[in-house]
Nanobody, 123 residues
Framework: QLQLVESGGDLVQPGGSLRLSCAAA????????IGWFRQAPGREREGVAC????????NYAEFVKGRFTLSRDNAKNTVYLQMNNLKPEDTAVYYC????????????????WGQGTQVTVSS
């Protein structure tokens, strides 16, 4: 059974940075593309970014391009989401998820999900 655990969420001031981690256990080659999603109170969950197993394919939502960067360390089965220049509208619970298809930010393509980590951007 594939399990995902997010960490790194915190309270940060606008313009600050955070790095989220997604640690995977029970990885299989069938579900090694990782996506990050977020859900703010009263809003639907939305795709933020995704990365293929090799790390060569990434896909970012327009609202994070130039600010967020994905990377992964396959030796540690961990994917990182570096978030810079954070804005109050980035406040949300951030989830990582695993899919068999690389390059997609569609929620329905991800059968495995973590529990989420809270990111709050506020002064």
């Amino acid at each position: 059974q594939l399990q995902l655990v997010e960490s790194g969420g915190d309270l940060v001031q606008p313009g600050g940075s955070l790095r989220l981690s997604c640690a995977a256990a029970g990885f299989t080659s069938d579900y090694d593309a990782i996506g990050w999603f977020r859900q703010a109170p009263g809003r639907e969950r939305e795709g933020v970014a995704c990365i293929s197993h090799s790390g060569k394919t990434t896909n970012y939502a327009e609202f994070v391009k130039g600010r967020f960067t994905l990377s992964r360390d396959n030796a540690k089965n961990t994917v990182y989401l570096q978030m810079n220049n954070l804005k109050p509208e980035d406040t949300a619970v951030y989830y990582c998820a695993a899919a068999s298809l690389a390059g997609t930010r569609r929620l329905d393509d991800y059968p495995y999900w973590g529990q989420g980590t809270q990111v709050t951007v506020s002064s």
